[in-house]
Structures are given as C-alpha cells and as structure tokens.
C-alpha cells in the first residue's frame, strides 16, 4: 500500500526526471542572464539583477557559447572588464537551459575552492532558477560539494590544473578554463591540462570548450597561442568625431601629471586625460569614448568558419568600473619596477609583458625623460628632421646631435593630410623653417630634412622635395638588409606624376637596417655623454612614442639567406616614431660638418642670430667631375 509521503517523494523524484528531459528554452546566454540572474554581493560591485548593457562587450562573447557553429571561446582580458561573469552566466546557462556535466579547471586546487565558495555558491542561492535544480548544501547525502554541484542531467566537477585523475577521466561535455596562463605545464605526469581535459570531449558532437585568462609573457602565454587560433577579435569604439573604430590602447590617451614627495614617498596626481584618435587625430574626453558606439572586429574572421573558434581580446580602458585616471596612476607608480609593471599591463592594459632582454622596455625609457631648460638643451650642436609619410599624413621628429653621438628629441609631431596636398607641405616648412633656441637666445635652424619617399605618393614626395632643395630637404628611399651602408651619395631621381616628366630631384637611399641597430644600442646607454638619447619631459614625448620607438627587434631566421632580420613586435603595429628617427640620424650621418667649428661658433655667439653650421669646401681635383655627387655638392 503506497503512503502519502511514498506518493510524494515518487512525485517528486518524476518531476525531476522530467525536468531533465525538458528541450531547452530558446535562449542565448545574454537573453538568460538578463531574465534569471542575480549578481551576488559578496563578488559583485553592482548586486541585484544582471544587466548585459552594463557590459555590452561581453554579449558576443556570451551568445556565442549558443552559436551551434562555435566550439570553442578564447577570452583574453583584463582585470576589472567582467570576464568572470562569462564564465558564470555560462554555467548558470548550462544548468538551466542546457545540461550535461561541465570540467571547471583553474591554476590550482585552492582557486578551485575559492571560487566555487565565493563566486559558485552565492549565484546558486540568488539565483531562484539555479537553486531549485541544485542540491542543497547541507544535505549529508546531496551532491553538492565545494568542488561538486550535481543538478538534473549533469555534473559540475571544479579542479585545479594539476589533478590528472579529475582531467583524465569520464566524459565531459562542457570545459571551461580559468586564468589559462597560470596553470601548472603538466598535470602530474600526464601531460597538458587542457588537452587532456579536451579528450574528454571526443564522444559529444554538441561540446563545447570555453577558455579565460589575462594575458602574461610574451611568447610564454598558453592563451596567447589559444587566441591565435580563433577569430582574433578587438572591442574597438567608434570616434566621436571621424566615426572610425579603433580599439583602445594605452598608447593613444594622453595626461597632465604632476610628481610631489609626500612622507618621503613619491606620489602623483593626474589631470586633463584625453584621448587621441589614431585615425583622425582628434581629441576626445574619457566620457565621451566610453558614451560611444563600439563593436568586435576581426582579425581573422576565417577561423569561424574553418575550426568554430572565436577569440576575443579586451583591456580595462572600456570598463565601466575601471577610470582611466587610476589605471593610469598605477602605471606612474609602477615606473622603476619591471615587475609592477608587468602587472600593470598584464592586468589593466590588457597587454602582453615582453623581456627585451638587455634593451630597457619603453616605460623604462619614457620613465628617463627630463625637463628641458629651454628648446635646446646645452650640448646640442646640429639639428635634423626625419619624415616619414603615410597616406593620410607626415609624422616627423626632429633630433639635436651633439659630440661623440648624443642626441636630443626636441620636437615630435604629425601633420594630417595627403602627401600631395601642398598645404601639408606648408605645415611641415612651419617646423624645418622655425629657429630653435637655447636659453642664452641662441638660435639654430634645422640643417637637413630625410623625407620617405616609400607608399603611394613617392612623386609627389620627390616634387615637393626638390621645391625645397635650397632648406636641404631630401626624398629618401630605405633598403634593408645586411651589408647595406646606413648613408651612400644621393643620386638624381625623375619626377614623373600623371604621366609628365616635371624634372628630377636629389634621393638618399639609407640602409635602414644599419640604423635601427645604431638607434637600439645607443637606447641602451645608461649614462648622459656618448651616444645616449635624451627625451623631453612633453606629451609629444608620451608613451605612443616609445611604443613606436621600441616597434621592432632583430630575431633570427636560419631558413633566410640573410638569417638576422628585423621585426614588428606583436602589439607594437605603428613603428613611425622608429622610422622618423631613423631618417633624421641618416640626415645627420650625411652631413659634411666640422661639429667643433659648431661648438665654437655657439659658444662665441652674442646676439639672437640664428648659427648655421660652416659646411666644408668641395676639394678641388685635378679631373673635371663628371659625377652627380660632385654636382650635388655644388648645388648647396
């Protein structure tokens, strides 16, 4: 005879039977989230109902876990962005609307642990839907563990990256993948955590692998080589004023600091952050950036197609929880400590850390800027001008030489517009026709001027060159390779645009690879005197700059038949400030001067007349030159 309580516990046992059979709602994760989940206090800054317009980055991310044709999620992100909350909703997901047993892996057993008390078991509890499907606690016999929750039609099994028996074991449907570049290298003796969680997963042709991490050393980043894989997406945010969309970096947004002693201790204050469009140069407040349209571009949109994977890549600088001000703030009061600083990158730019080895990282660098007294500083005998060209704009810098190779960055900028736009042109006559002063009054003009004639506008670069022949403004074409010299004579080049000849004009060809060696070892002097670079404490001089300064490395390739070649850095695409230096110390290695003769006239000098260097005399020779060089000589 069935009692009423046999009757009830049957009851209860069908109703989950069936609640297990139950299809799935059509539901993304976003569309769940924002119906059934509740952020808890105790992990949350924001408690109460999930909003995805609060973290509209992370939409993508989360509904493609319920795109049929994704396997695979690759999140590499920054502290403070939510990433977490991925990671959450998805397993909120899972157990409501889609179950089947998840391999939750982080760094160690502990984290594990950790999570699951702080960030597992609070959602379940505000989570009405969640709490009803999953165990309680305090049951001695219910299947809910720290490192075990047990729901209808699955398992959630939490473990750390070194538990080969938890990773070896049973099939897995869903694996997800904690601070991926924190996990041990082995699981024991077994091998590779994630491949072996991933053989789990033979067996279900719905399953599924989501993987999360900041990001950590350069080439020693298991989620870099992950991201590679997939659809290399970036979060990049529309222009209020050009409406392009660019992803934002450190590089692009500038500051106002201020440096006091307080306690005997180094503090700063910052003020006017702005941001600088890459692609129109305007400026923009934090506020008006972050109010902006955005969107996931990809890199790779193949991989979607090809193996189901897509990758995304996000910094702390469209966080709604992170300003740009203290983000900032611990990048100045990490300068000096390369481990700070890595952590800095790591964790709030999002960014890969890379050992330069006996090359001091930019920061380092930048962190070495120094207050000029005046536009030149003491010791600067000559200057140059190097100019690089793209399609929408000069970049130029222009560098003061002194004795035995020290240099001086005295001016850093960038011209918008065509290079065959002659108002560009009148710009850039504003900076080599401007006399730069030392503090006594005295005045030097800019000797030599390097243009890249190198893109699409090489004619146009030549014609408005030979305009300027009479300020030594050049057009010059770079060769790399070994074995090429840095500076050789110029030679007389055509001018051709539109299908006319207009005449010809003096070209440089400069081994550029000779240059970025000299320009790399000079950056590693210490010391103030030979070959050390000085920089202005100016946001001209800001960390865009050092970015692009530092762009590129020599590696070596033995399958190439001149095996050493330099590189673009990964992260580093814009390498016009290196271009624009290397230009104007070709400049300066071309020039036939006496620097001693220099030195002299600057030291005698008494009014405010602007000192040209004394160029020497052409040597007579006993033959009529009939060379180009000779003529160029005379035409100075």
């Known amino acids: 005879m069935t009692t009423k309580s046999d009757a009830k516990r049957l009851n209860a046992a069908i109703a989950k039977a069936i609640a297990a059979m139950k299809p799935p709602e059509n539901l993304t994760v976003t569309e769940w989230a924002d119906k059934k989940r509740r952020l808890s206090p105790e992990s949350s800054a924001e408690p109460g109902p999930w909003r995805t317009y609060r973290t509209p980055y992370l939409k993508e991310p989360m509904d493609a876990f319920t795109d049929p044709k994704v396997k695979r999620i690759v999140m590499v992100a920054a502290s403070q962005v939510g990433k977490s909350e991925l990671l959450n909703n998805i397993i909120g997901y899972i157990i409501d609307e889609d179950p089947g047993s998840i391999l939750f892996i982080h760094p160690t057993t502990i984290d594990a642990k950790d999570y699951s008390k702080l960030r597992i078991a609070p959602m379940i509890r505000d989570c009405p839907s969640l709490r009803k499907k999953v165990a309680e606690?305090?049951?001695?016999?219910?299947?809910?563990?720290?490192?075990?929750?047990?729901?209808?039609?699955?398992?959630?099994?939490?473990?750390?990256?070194?538990?080969?028996?938890?990773?070896?074991?049973k099939p897995i449907r869903y694996i997800l993948g904690d601070e991926r570049d924190r996990w041990a290298t082995s699981a024991g003796n077994e091998g590779d955590p994630w491949e072996l969680a991933r053989a789990r997963q033979i067996t279900?042709?719905?399953?599924?692998?989501?993987?999360?991490?900041?990001?950590?050393?350069?080439?020693?980043?298991?989620?870099?080589?992950?991201?590679?894989?997939?659809?290399?997406?970036?979060?990049?945010?529309?222009?209020?004023?050009?409406?392009?969309?660019?992803?934002?970096?450190?590089?692009?947004?500038?500051?106002?600091?201020?440096?006091?002693?307080?306690?005997?201790?180094?503090?700063?204050?910052?003020?006017?952050?702005?941001?600088?469009?890459?692609?129109?140069?305007?400026?923009?407040?934090?506020?008006?950036?972050?109010?902006?349209?955005?969107?996931?571009?990809?890199?790779?949109?193949?991989?979607?197609?090809?193996?189901?994977?897509?990758?995304?890549?996000?910094?702390?600088?469209?966080?709604?929880?992170?300003?740009?001000?203290?983000?900032?703030?611990?990048?100045?009061?990490?300068?000096?400590?390369?481990?700070?600083?890595?952590?800095?990158?790591?964790?709030?730019?999002?960014?890969?850390?890379?050992?330069?080895?006996?090359?001091?990282?930019?920061?380092?660098?930048?962190?070495?800027?120094?207050?000029y007294e005046a536009e030149l500083p003491d010791g600067v005998l000559v200057l140059t001008c190097g100019v690089d060209t793209q399609d929408d704009r000069l970049e130029f810098e222009v560098i003061g030489f002194g004795h035995f190779g020290e240099s001086w960055g005295i001016k850093k900028g960038i011209i918008m517009g065509r290079p065959d736009n002659p108002d560009v042109w009148k710009q850039l006559d504003d900076i080599i026709d401007k006399v730069y002063y030392f503090k006594n009054g005295v005045g030097l003009r800019?000797?030599?001027?390097?243009?890249?004639?190198?893109?699409?506008?090489?004619?146009?670069?030549?014609?408005?060159?030979?305009?300027?022949?009479?300020?030594?403004?050049?057009?010059?074409?770079?060769?790399?390779?070994?074995?090429?010299?840095?500076?050789?004579?110029?030679?007389?080049?055509?001018?051709?645009?539109?299908?006319?000849?207009?005449?010809?004009?003096?070209?440089?060809?400069?081994?550029?690879?000779?240059?970025?060696?000299?320009?790399?070892?000079?950056?590693?002097?210490?010391?103030?005197?030979?070959?050390?670079?000085?920089?202005?404490?100016?946001?001209?001089?800001?960390?865009?700059?050092?970015?692009?300064?530092?762009?590129?490395?020599?590696?070596?390739?033995?399958?190439?038949?001149?095996p050493w070649v330099w590189e673009k850095i990964p992260g580093h695409e814009r390498n016009e400030a290196l271009d624009c230096r290397n230009y104007a110390l070709a400049a300066f290695k071309a020039l036939p001067i006496d620097l001693d003769a220099i030195d002299k006239r600057i030291k005698e000098a008494k009014d405010n007349k602007p000192i040209s260097e004394p160029r020497k005399q052409p040597v007579k020779q006993k033959k009529k030159p009939s060379s180009a060089v000779n003529k160029f000589f005379n035409d100075w």
């Open 137 to 169: 606690p305090k049951s001695r016999d219910s299947g809910n563990t720290i490192l075990q929750k047990t729901y209808p039609g699955g398992i959630l099994t939490l473990c750390g990256s070194t538990e080969a028996h938890s990773l070896a074991s």
């Open 204 to 371: 279900f042709y719905n399953a599924k692998a989501v993987e999360v991490s900041t990001p950590t050393i350069k080439n020693a980043s298991n989620i870099e080589a992950a991201y590679a894989t997939g659809t290399m997406e970036r979060w990049c945010v529309a222009c209020p004023h050009c409406g392009e969309y660019n992803n934002i970096t450190f590089s692009d947004i500038r500051y106002d600091y201020e440096e006091k002693i307080v306690a005997g201790k180094k503090t700063y204050s910052v003020s006017n952050i702005r941001y600088i469009c890459p692609s129109c140069g305007a400026i923009s407040t934090e506020k008006q950036v972050k109010s902006q349209p955005a969107k996931w571009i990809a890199e790779n949109p193949d991989a979607y197609h090809l193996n189901g994977c897509r990758s995304f890549w996000l910094n702390a600088f469209v966080s709604p929880w992170a300003s740009w001000q203290s983000t900032i703030l611990e990048y100045l009061n990490a300068l000096g400590s390369s481990k700070k600083l890595q952590v800095v990158y790591n964790t709030r730019f999002g960014e890969l850390w890379e050992d330069r080895g006996d090359l001091e990282d930019e920061d380092s660098i930048m962190a070495r800027r120094e207050q």
């Open 446 to 562: 800019i000797s030599m001027t390097f243009v890249d004639e190198g893109g699409h506008f090489t004619q146009e670069v030549r014609y408005h060159c030979r305009e300027r022949l009479s300020k030594k403004v050049f057009a010059v074409k770079g060769r790399g390779g070994d074995g090429i010299p840095y500076t050789s004579p110029p030679k007389k080049q055509k001018i051709i645009i539109k299908g006319k000849t207009l005449g010809t004009c003096w070209q440089y060809t400069i081994g550029v690879d000779a240059g970025k060696q000299i320009i790399m070892d000079n950056l590693k002097v210490q010391t103030p005197g030979p070959k050390y670079c000085h920089f202005p404490k100016r946001d001209d001089y800001g960390p865009a700059y050092f970015k692009g300064l530092l762009s590129e490395r020599l590696v070596y390739k033995p399958e190439r038949k001149n």
